[in-house]
């Protein structure tokens, strides 16, 4: 038989540390199913129309919606009008009975559901404004006001409206392969989004009498058909946003004389709605990629704003492949632009905001659009539009296809705080971005938030970061998401929720999955796998409508990562991160074998008669430990170690011999029921450190508690887990070696 060395551990317990034992399944993890498994239980079987790769099947489709629209805004009176035409291809293999179209603006209509689903309480004190809003003032006329449903020769057709939705009764079926065209007519009144609410409507500016408009789901759209649930006709409650097909726009747009607008696509008639001055500045912008070119000056801005012009003029705009159409108009705006440079093309980063902007805005505004741009298409794929406009529009913060509205001015003094700043500079980042995440790679917001609002926050803490100023993202770093995972879970859902049914819907939509993805990017999977998996998720769905699925299992099918308990846990559970230090043992080197030792080593019955080379290591007590360092292991003075050394070893081997001088054992545990990996500190003595890091896997086997080994040539003074807080662990206090008492925040 070979002879081995065997090494025998004889524990001198250091630190032991008790926790309250988890009783629940959640605490526990003790699942019906095992933490580790694939996750088949939770998702869509693949076919056809989506594999199991995460990639667009060979029957993958999708319909078609485009839309020539004329409207007209009536500035004095804050209202609009238009009539539109849609022409809707049915790329389906499915026979369609009627179509369905939303009526966003039904939402706020005095017949609407969404107050009365509210749970309300009494206030002992209200401010003024909103007491008289609230019980003194008659609900204002919402929603749209339907004049006309026709076909495309002017025949009425019927319809049936659903609160924000509208059934279009076909007069015969829709086949697959038809396209099929109807007009509406349609008016609302526009509100004051700052008094009622609202993610469009109109800001008033009370010194000069004007208004700033951001309009928006301003006309009847399509809903979605698809593979997974066929019509997505889900009401619009006021949380979950918009699910829309792609189409090409034709708009045309008319509005006071003296205002200055942007919108979603091209821009047809330049010459028309410009001075030659403005057009000139223009064409100097497209070819301008270090700084801004102001279009619209602040003193033309300012002389528009005190004319009040009765007359008018159209602006027409085109857009292509795109699933929604934004307007921003004032007779406020001052307006600059910057080429950027992407790759072998060059967009247009746009601004548009008021003089009460200023001079921030103009400062920073474009150069903040334009390094989002550049950002989000190196790490996903370049940004296919012409243009992406920011519009100033206080209290807002919401996204259109090539334009989004964003808040952040000055006092009235020029005086912008820090926290107002870096939010400015933040929504625009988060705003812009959201062209890539739902505008281009199209998820369902109306059930999955987090699809679009995660994915784009993940990508909005990297930009953040990517500007090199150390900015302070709110969202994205681990730590940021632990106040929320260590709540109470009668509070909690899992981010796999609608998004209607969300309690707190900042953490769970925006910071709980952007942390995810930057915890794998970070700490389990690393930059390289995880940016080309991610980019190849953006490439596979752009232009089309991803489903979770679609995103979870190409992020393994591109890295080769087995993330499927990852998911399980972050996504669909609200498991926390809780891991521990639970008990340290220190050994030593014997140098004399005693009659005890060898009898317990044939106790053991594991190394049958073999009686050595052996190498027998002794408890070494808490008090020696914290007293004095025990004798370092020395070749030399171990006799049997040292036979074995000069006997089995080549002189290569010898050379190169590690000199081990101290061993602990540390034990690891779990309270929290979401997997992770451990990643360990060790300070020595001298006060030099090394990071060992353990993946989730370690707890396949036991998912409460694993074990280390540490062989080290100096003595360890401090044993720290998570040390750059990268997990997202709700519980340091059990994270160092030896314990250390953390001060209150009273303290």
């Avoid at 003194?136 to 929603?143: A, I, N, P, V, Y």
């Avoid at 389990?524 to 796998?529: F, H, P, S």
Wanted: charged share 25%; aromatic share 12%.
């Amino acid at each position: 038989m070979k002879k081995l060395a065997l090494l025998l551990f004889l524990p001198a317990l250091l630190f032991a540390q008790e926790k309250t034992t988890p009783t629940t399944p959640r605490q526990t993890g003790r699942y019906d199913t095992n933490k580790f498994s694939q996750m088949y239980d939770l998702l869509a079987t693949p076919n056809m129309f989506r594999t199991a790769s995460g990639a667009p099947g060979p029957a993958y489709y999708q319909q078609q919606a485009d839309y020539k629209i004329d409207i007209e805004l009536d500035d004095k009176k804050s209202t609009i009008k238009g009539s539109e035409v849609i022409t809707y291809y049915n790329n389906s293999p499915d026979t369609l009975e009627y179509l369905w179209v939303q009526l966003d603006q039904n939402q706020a209509a005095k017949t609407s559901q969404t107050p009365l689903a509210e749970s309300q309480r009494m206030e002992q004190v209200f401010p003024a404004a909103n007491f008289a809003n609230k019980f003194l003032k008659q609900d204002l006329e919402r929603g749209f006001n339907i004049e006309s449903v026709k076909d495309i020769k002017g025949n009425p057709l019927s319809y049936t409206i659903n609160e924000t939705m509208m059934r279009i009764n076909l007069d015969k079926p829709m086949k697959p392969g038809e396209k099929y065209s109807f007009g509406i007519k349609w008016n609302y009144n526009i509100n004051n989004y700052r008094v009622e609410g609202g993610r469009s409507g109109y800001e008033l500016f009370e010194k000069d009498g004007n208004k700033l408009y951001v309009i928006a789901q301003f006309y009847p759209r399509m809903a979605v058909y698809n593979d997974v649930e066929g019509w997505q006709n889900m009401q619009f409650w006021g949380t979950g946003e918009f699910t829309l097909p792609f189409g090409d726009f034709d708009v045309n747009i008319t509005v006071p004389a003296d205002h200055i607008m942007e919108a979603t696509g091209d821009l047809l008639n330049r010459n028309e709605v410009f001075t030659t001055e403005q057009v000139k500045r223009y064409e100097l912008a497209l070819k301008t990629y270090d700084k801004p070119i102001v279009i619209v000056t602040q003193a033309e801005a300012e002389a528009a704003e005190k004319g009040f012009s009765n007359k008018k003029k159209t602006w027409k705009f085109s857009a292509k492949n795109v699933r929604d159409f934004g307007i921003s108009t004032s007779r406020k705006f001052i307006l600059d632009m910057m080429a950027v440079k992407l790759n072998d093309k060059s967009v247009m980063a746009v601004s548009i905001y008021p003089k009460e902007a200023n001079p921030f805005w103009g400062e920073t505004a474009t150069r903040t659009v334009a390094h989002t741009l550049k950002s989000y298409s190196a790490h996903t794929f370049d940004y296919p539009y012409p243009k992406a406009v920011s519009v100033s529009a206080e209290d807002q913060g919401m996204e259109y296809p090539m334009i989004c509205w964003n808040y952040g001015r000055p006092d009235e003094n020029g005086v912008l705080s820090e926290r107002i700043k870096n939010g400015m500079i933040g929504v625009t980042i988060h705003e812009v971005g959201h062209n890539f995440f739902p505008m281009i790679v199209n998820s369902d917001e109306r059930q999955w938030s987090w699809m679009d609002e995660g994915l784009n926050t993940f990508l909005q803490y990297v930009a953040e970061q990517e500007m090199g100023t150390n900015f302070p993202s709110s969202r994205g770093p681990a730590s940021k998401i632990v106040p929320y995972m260590s709540g109470d879970q009668k509070f909690l859902e899992p981010i796999m929720s609608n998004s209607e049914t969300i309690i707190q819907f900042g953490a769970n939509a925006y910071g709980k999955p952007a942390t995810g993805l930057n915890i794998l990017r970070e700490t389990i999977m690393g930059r390289e796998l995880f940016d080309h998996a991610f980019k190849v998720y953006a490439n596979r769905w752009k232009f089309k409508h991803p489903t979770p699925e679609d995103f979870f299992r190409t992020m393994e099918d591109a890295s080769a990562v087995d993330l499927d308990w990852f998911f399980r846990g972050w996504f669909y559970s609200t498991d926390y991160v809780d891991i521990g230090i639970k008990e340290v043992k220190q050994y030593y080197v014997s140098e004399t074998a005693t009659k005890e030792l060898k009898d317990a080593v044939v106790r053991r019955g594991r190394f049958g008669e073999e009686k050595g080379p052996f190498v027998y290591l002794v408890p070494s007590t808490s008090a020696e430990l914290s007293t004095k360092n025990k004798k370092a292991l020395a070749l030399s003075d171990v006799s049997l170690l040292s036979d074995y050394v000069n006997t089995k070893l080549s002189a290569e081997e010898k050379a190169n011999i590690k000199s081990p001088k101290y061993f602990y054992e540390v034990e690891f545990n779990k309270p929290g029921g979401m997997l992770m990996p451990i990643i360990v500190e060790l300070t020595y003595q001298d006060d030099s450190k090394e990071v060992f890091k353990y993946p989730a896997q370690i707890w396949r086997k036991n998912n409460d508690s694993a074990k280390k080994i540490y062989a080290t040539e100096k003595a360890i003074k401090k044993i720290q887990l998570d040390p750059k807080l990268e997990t997202a662990d709700i519980d340091v206090t059990n994270n160092t070696w030896p314990k250390e008492e953390v001060k209150s925040k009273f303290d």
